[in-house]
């Protein structure tokens, strides 16, 4: 079965940090660029980071320096290292495939003290 699927949320203080992992199956994880998107209640789902087939990775202004992505093309697995984590980072957060159309489940993250 293709698919995506998000583990590792939950509630933190703010300030606090959390990693997300989404691990794909079904599918050759390592040639596709991935992408984490994050949607907040009431907003549209809007984009935090990427990273390429060869791992070079972008963010979105809200996640430089706070935000780390990575993955581990051996266990099928895209991370999300989050740090100094704010209220406004509270989101349902999504890892994506563009070249697949192939969105996870999403897992909430909720900072609040």
């Known amino acids: 079965q293709v698919q995506l699927v998000e583990s590792g949320g939950g509630l933190v203080q703010p300030g606090g940090s959390l990693t997300l992992s989404c691990v794909a199956s079904?599918?050759?994880?390592?040639?596709?660029?991935i992408r984490w998107y994050r949607q907040a209640p009431g907003k549209e789902r809007e984009w935090v980071a990427t990273?390429?087939?060869?791992?070079?990775?972008n963010y979105a202004d809200s996640a430089k320096g706070r935000f780390t992505i990575s993955r581990d093309n051996a266990k099928n697995t895209l991370y999300l290292q989050m740090s100094s984590l704010k209220p406004e980072d509270t989101a349902v957060y999504y890892c994506?495939?563009?070249?697949?159309?192939?969105w996870g489940q999403g897992t909430q993250v909720t900072v609040s003290s």
């Open positions: 079904g599918f050759t994880f390592s040639i596709y660029p």
């Open positions: 990273i390429t087939s060869a791992g070079t990775t």
């Open positions: 994506y495939c563009n070249d697949l159309g192939l």
